[in-house]
C-alpha cells in the first residue's frame, strides 16, 4: 500500500520460525526476521507501531500487552477456543460443541490427551486461559470467514476472506479453462480432518456401478499409508493415483484436465483456501457442507453432509452422467471468487484496520 506521494505506506517486518531452505528472502518487498531469540523479538515488537499475529500465540502478545503496543490476531483457526484448534473432538472426530467455552474442561483435557498425553492436555488448557483473555479484552480480531467469527463469539471481530492473485489473469496458466468431467481431484494434505476416506468410500460406491473415472490425490501427510491401505483393499489402483506435494507448474499440469475438485472434510474449516483457488480457475467444486468451507462453496459448487459417502457418490455420478449441466455453476465460482476473495480486497481491508488502529492510538495520545 502506498500513500498520497507515492510512499510505502506501511513498513512491513515478518517474523516467523520457518526456515529459509532455498527461498531467497532478497526478493521479498518486506524484511524477514526468522527463528528470532525472545531478545530479538522484545525488541521487534518494541519498535512496532503494531503487531499483527497469525493465531493467538502467546509470547508477541504478552510482550505487546506489556508495552501497550496494540495487537491484531488474524483467526486460521480455533486456537482461541479449543485445545487442538480444530474444534474436532478426539477419538471419534466429530465436531466439538465447544467444551472449552461452555467451561466443560474435562472433557477438554480427554479430547486432547487422545492426541498427546494427560501432562501436556493439562499444560495446554492452562495456556487457553491467557490466549481468551487476549482475543476477549486486548486485542482486535480478524476471522477470515463469518462462520469463524460466529464460532469463536469474539468481540472487536471483522471478517476478512482470504485474497490470491487470480491464476488466470496470466496467459500462460489458463489450466482452469479446460474441461474434463471424468477426472476428479483432491489437493491438500493427507490427515485425518480432511475425510479421504470418505471420498474413496464413494469412489469405491462409483467404481461397482461400472463407472469410469479417476481421482488425483494431490498432496501428502501422515494418513498416507492408511489411503494406500484402502486403495488397495478396494482395488482402487486403476482409479486413484496419489502424486505427492506438487507446486507450481507441475500442479498446473496435473490439474489442466481436471474439472472438478472434491474436499470431503470432517472438521469445521475455517475457509478452504484450496476451494477459492479452484473455483477461481473455473473449477467446480463439491464440498462438505460444513464449517467456513459451506460458507465459501453454498450457490457456486456443490455440497454433501459430512462424512455421507454415499450423498457424495451421488453428487459425483450427476457430474459423470451430465457434465455440462454445471457450466452455469463453475461461472459462478469464479465471478463469486473474483468478487470476494481478491488480493487488493483482502490488502485494502487490512490496510483499513491498520490506520483505525493508528487514528485510535493517536487520539488516546493527544488525550
Known amino acids: 500500500m502506498h500513500g498520497p506521494n507515492g510512499e510505502a505506506e506501511f513498513e512491513i517486518t515478518l517474523v516467523t520460525h520457518t526456515s529459509r531452505g532455498n527461498f531467497d528472502d532478497e526478493i521479498l518487498p518486506f524484511r524477514i526476521i526468522r527463528a528470532p531469540g ?9 519498535q512496532a507501531d503494531v503487531i499483527h499475529v497469525a493465531g493467538p500465540s502467546l509470547a508477541p502478545l504478552w510482550i505487546a500487552w506489556c508495552m501497550r503496543i496494540p495487537a491484531v490476531i488474524e483467526h486460521h483457526g480455533y486456537q482461541a477456543t479449543c485445545l487442538n484448534g480444530l474444534l474436532l473432538r478426539q477419538p471419534d472426530a466429530k465436531v466439538c460443541p465447544g467444551y472449552f467455552m461452555s467451561r466443560d474442561y474435562e472433557k477438554c483435557l480427554s479430547c486432547f490427551a487422545q492426541e498427546t498425553s494427560w501432562p501436556r492436555s493439562i499444560f495446554k488448557l492452562l495456556t487457553m486461559f491467557p490466549r481468551r483473555f487476549f482475543t476477549r479484552r486486548i486485542a482486535t480480531n480478524i476471522a477470515i470467514t463469518q462462520h469463524v467469527m460466529n464460532r469463536q463469539g469474539l468481540p472487536r471481530t471483522k471478517v476478512v476472506y482470504y485474497g490470491i492473485e487470480d491464476p488466470l489473469a496470466s496467459s500462460k496458466d489458463r489450466s482452469g479453462l479446460q474441461s474434463s468431467g471424468e477426472r476428479f481431484a483432491y489437493v491438500g494434505r493427507f490427515v485425518q480432518e480432511k475425510g479421504l476416506p470418505v471420498l474413496l468410500r464413494a469412489a469405491s ?19 498416507r499409508p492408511e489411503l494406500e491401505e484402502i486403495i488397495r483393499r478396494e482395488e482402487l489402483s486403476d482409479t486413484v493415483r496419489i502424486t505427492g506435494y506438487l507446486r507450481g507448474e507441475e500442479l498446473s499440469r496435473e490439474l489442466r484436465n481436471v474439472n472438478v475438485v472434491i474436499m470431503p472434510s470432517l472438521w469445521e474449516e475455517t475457509a478452504g483456501l484450496a476451494a477459492i483457488e479452484q473455483m477461481m480457475r473455473g473449477r467446480l467444486v463439491i464440498a462438505s457442507a460444513i464449517g467456513g468451507l459451506l460458507e465459501i462453496v453454498d450457490g457456486a459448487g456443490l455440497t454433501f453432509p459430512p462424512a455421507d459417502y454415499a450423498a457424495l457418490a451421488d453428487r459425483m455420478r450427476a457430474v459423470l452422467e451430465n457434465p455440462s449441466q454445471f457450466h452455469e455453476l463453475r461461472q459462478t465460482a469464479r465471478e463469486r471468487s473474483l468478487e470476494l476473495f481478491r488480493l487488493q480486497r483482502m490488502l485494502e481491508e487490512h490496510a ?7 487514528r485510535t492510538k493517536s487520539d488516546s495520545m493527544e488525550r
Not at 525472545?38 to 518494541?46: D, H, M, P, S
Not at 456401478?209 to 501427510?221: A, P, Q
Not at 483499513?352 to 493508528?358: A, F, V
Open 38 to 46: 525472545y531478545g530479538t523479538l522484545l525488541r521487534l515488537v518494541r
Open 352 to 358: 483499513s484496520i491498520y490506520r483505525q488502529i493508528r
Open 205 to 223: 460406491l462409483l467404481r461397482k456401478e461400472g463407472r469410469r473415472f479417476s481421482i488425483l490425490l494431490i498432496g501428502d501427510g501422515e494418513q
